[in-house]
């Protein structure tokens, strides 16, 4: 008896596959809909839908038996649509019983070869292998079976009753609405459109059916269900896929090509991929978060109510560019305790000093390799006057970047040196004289240390008087790049919040400062988010009314060198 029960379920779960199967040939999923699917096409061509049915079911017994594909795959009718696309086309022959219907089996099992080749393929590009087996093995067996030249599939008769093949659509339709309704409706509404331009067109709608009534319909579905389920953007991108699919059709119907080979699923195929693409390439660009119209709008704000834009960095060097030994303290020896580098230590200990010295050397060495240029585009943000000062944490920074000006460096300069009483900087000395002197300032004989305090420690005075003014005046704090919170950035930032700026994280790695509600985060690669930034913030002049004003006086230029001109002839 329970094997009887067992037999029973094994049976039941057989047939909601192969209805699945069914139903994946209008990209759905549940047996209702391959229910719905399969008497759409029994309905609107009989022998077309027995060869979906037979073709469903040979890829539902051959999935569950190949180990190419996973049980889920196979649940989800994965496994026999292409079969059931097969079966579908060889309904021309089980109608007029040209070929022997066991010649079908092998061609059934070459879409399915060709299926999960295909799988393989294209799994690394991220893109789904729809109908390609069916498709592949459609022309394969023409090249192969049929005189030079020649096409070796014929169609099914349809449905002689032409209201049987109306209710056929309406099946299949149904499918497709109970999948997604927003999705059925606006893909019926393409279909609509194509049919009616085609007619407009002057061309028979017969000769068209398998644009406005194939091609079409599947790639906005397939797209806006599927890949992008029921969303705005889904919309759109089913939209864009209908829209290259249809013009690949027209295209390929136009071109000699047409002669040969029958486009058939091809133009679906591509304008699905194409549209895949485009909206993955469209989605990476920082333009399509609202994050990014906001850090804009912000910016742009700032400098309407005359507030400063301050950038936090963690290092100058380029984006890219690994944490530096001085943020990750790499830089000092592990057996010198960090509070020996303390200010009252290095004032009062020589063997402090000498050990500080050394330290600073390898550091010193590590710029001299690691010389990075300060990120171009935060240079041309500052230059362009959209950012007045980067807080730098880094000791370590180009030269060329000091004549930026607003340059706040937060632990001071490694290419300097300082007098601890008296704070006079210098350049480094000789590396003889620093090696083996007790270097003593000129002025008031203070000792005298490179100019840098450590990570994490109490920046000086003259730099916190700095930051307090930059913090009363900045409307937004930028974060770029990776985090290296610090307690005094941490009270730099809460400072700044409390006078009203907004802080702004743009990064693609892991999160560094905590974050408050009032904060913008964006996750995005800092070079290219300022790049859009810079280009965003270019074109508002041309809003703000300020593009007017120069093109006019730029006109009121080439006027009056015209006037010179004819006064000097
Ligand atoms: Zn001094």
Same mark, same amino acid.
């Given at each position: 008896m329970a094997a009887f029960f067992r037999l029973a379920a094994e049976a039941r779960q057989f047939l909601w596959v192969l209805?699945?199967? !069914?139903?994946?040939?209008?990209?759905?999923?549940?047996?209702?809909?391959?229910a719905l699917v399969l008497a759409g096409i029994t309905l609107a061509s009989p022998f077309s839908g027995l060869g979906t049915l037979l073709g469903a079911l040979f890829g539902t017994m051959a999935g569950r038996l190949l180990p190419a594909y996973g049980r889920d795959e196979w649940a989800w009718g994965l496994a026999s649509f292409n079969p059931a696309i097969i079966g579908l086309l060889w309904g021309?022959?089980?109608?007029?019983? /040209?070929?022997?219907?066991?010649?079908?089996?092998? =061609?059934? $099992?070459?879409?399915?070869?060709? &299926?999960?080749?295909?799988?393989?393929?294209?799994?690394?590009?991220m893109l789904p292998s729809l109908s390609t087996g069916a498709l592949t093995t459609v022309y394969v067996i023409s090249l192969v079976a049929a005189p030079a030249g020649g096409w070796f599939w014929t169609e099914a008769p349809a449905n002689a009753f032409v209201p049987f093949?109306?209710?056929?659509?309406? !099946?299949?339709?149904?499918?497709?609405?109970?999948?997604?309704?927003f999705a059925g409706v606006w893909a019926l509404l393409l279909s609509a459109i194509t049919f009616v331009a085609g007619w407009l067109? &002057?061309? &028979?709608?017969? +000769?068209?059916?398998?644009?406005?009534?194939?091609?079409?319909?599947?790639?906005?579905?397939?797209?806006? $269900?599927?890949?992008?389920?029921?969303?705005?953007?889904? !919309?759109?991108?089913?939209?864009? $896929?209908?829209s290259l699919a249809a013009l690949i059709w027209v295209a390929w119907e136009a071109s000699p090509l047409a002669r040969w080979v029958a486009p058939l699923l091809l133009p679906f195929i591509l304008g699905v991929w194409l549209s895949i693409i485009l909206m993955r390439e469209l989605t990476a660009v920082p333009l399509a978060q609202p994050g990014f119209w906001r850090v804009a709008r912000l910016i742009h704000a700032a400098r309407a109510a005359n507030r400063d834009v301050v950038a936090l960095i963690q290092r100058g060097a380029g984006p890219g560019a690994s944490r530096s030994s001085f943020i990750s303290g790499a830089w000092i020896d592990p057996q010198v305790p960090r509070a020996a580098f303390e200010h009252e230590r290095l004032q009062t200990s020589l063997r402090c000093r000498q050990a500080f010295w050394d330290a600073c050397d390898r550091l010193r060495k590590e710029a001299g390799h690691s010389v990075g240029n300060l990120p171009t585009r935060i240079a041309r943000l500052q230059r362009d006057g959209w950012l007045? *000062?980067? =807080?730098?944490?880094?000791?370590?920074?180009?030269? &060329?970047?000091?004549?930026?000006? $607003?340059?706040?460096?937060?632990?001071?300069d490694i290419q300097r040196t300082q007098c601890l009483d008296c704070g006079e900087e210098s350049a480094w000395p000789p590396m003889s004289v620093w090696r083996r002197c007790d270097l003593r300032c000129v002025g008031c004989q203070g000792a005298v240390v490179p100019a840098i305090t450590l990570f994490g420690r109490t920046i000086d005075d003259a730099t916190s008087s700095r930051l307090r003014e930059l913090e009363a005046r900045c409307g937004v704090v930028l974060i770029l790049g990776d985090e290296a919170a610090e307690p005094a950035t941490? *009270?730099?930032? /809460?400072?700044?919040?409390?006078?009203?700026? +907004? =802080?702004?994280?743009?990064?693609?790695? *892991?999160?560094?400062?905590?974050?408050?509600?009032?904060?913008?985060? =964006?996750?995005?690669?800092v070079g290219r988010f300022l790049g859009f930034l810079a280009f965003v913030l270019a074109g508002c002049p041309?809003?703000?009314?300020?593009?007017?004003?120069?093109?006019?006086?730029?006109?009121?230029?080439?006027? *009056?060198?015209?006037?010179?001109? /004819?006064a000097a002839e």
């Open positions: 209805l699945r199967g !069914c139903a994946q040939l209008a990209f759905c999923d549940s047996p209702i809909a391959g021309g022959f089980l109608a007029s019983g /040209e070929v022997h219907p066991v010649l079908l089996l092998p =061609v059934l $099992a070459l879409s399915m070869l060709f &299926d999960v080749t295909f799988r393989r393929l294209l799994s690394p590009l093949g109306l209710l056929g659509a309406a !099946c299949i339709f149904a499918a497709m609405a109970l999948k997604s309704p067109a &002057d061309h &028979d709608p017969r +000769t068209l059916v398998a644009l406005w009534g194939i091609t079409v319909p599947l790639a906005c579905f397939g797209v806006h $269900a599927v890949f992008l389920r029921g969303s705005l953007a889904g !919309c759109v991108a089913g939209t864009i $896929a209908a007045q *000062a980067v =807080v730098i944490q880094d000791v370590m920074f180009p030269t &060329d970047s000091v004549r930026l000006g $607003a340059m706040v460096p937060l632990h001071g941490l *009270a730099f930032l /809460e400072r700044a919040r409390n006078a009203g700026a +907004t =802080v702004v994280f743009v990064s693609d790695s *892991a999160p560094g400062y905590p974050r408050r509600p009032a904060d913008i985060s =964006v996750a995005e690669p041309a809003f703000s009314g300020a593009w007017t004003h120069r093109t006019r006086r730029a006109f009121a230029r080439i006027a *009056a060198g015209r006037q010179g001109g /004819e």
